[in-house]
């Protein structure tokens, strides 16, 4: 156990949180959401930077790291869905391609290839914490401001579901890259 995987695990622990304040119509509840969503976002970079920093990157980590990003914004994004925040498929788009990336990052390994992170999805994460940052805080504005927060927060959400699409088809073409599409291909070829 490490400081990195601390905050990591911290983060995992503060997603209940969440979505028990999220899902609730106080404005007191939602700034708290917010302010939880937010903390727990900041560990993301708090956790990677001194993993680097101290030289405390470990196989643990590395697991578990992008598990409680994944976990952090489909439970924000499942939450918000269910306050009408977010349209379902918008939320199935995103959490999809979570899972798509992270089995293929699995199947890459498996074949002893290394898909690192991109900066296009370092980008994406940036993008879903500050979409999810804002819907959460968009149902805690005062009426004179919906209508312009609004239009901000909806903006940030399909920037959002952009760049989500956009990496994942990065990190697919990144995978047949790496592996050779050739390659596989080939073995296709002899299966019956």
Known sequence: MNVPIALTLIRIVLVPLVIVFLISSDRVHVLIAAGIFLAASLTDWLDGLIARRTNQVTRLGTLLDPMADKLLVAAALLSLVQVDMVPAWMALAIIGREIAVTGLRGVAL?????????????????????????LILERGVP???????HLVTDGCLWLA??????????????????TGADALVKDRERWP
């Open 110 to 134: 498996s074949m002893g290839v290394l898909v690192p992170a991109s900066k296009l999805g370092k980008l994406k994460t940036v993008t879903q914490y500050v979409a999810v940052t804002l």
């Open 143 to 149: 009426m004179d401001f919906v209508l312009p927060f």
């Open 161 to 178: 579901l952009g760049v989500t699409v956009l990496s994942g088809l990065d990190y697919f073409y990144s995978f047949f890259v790496r």
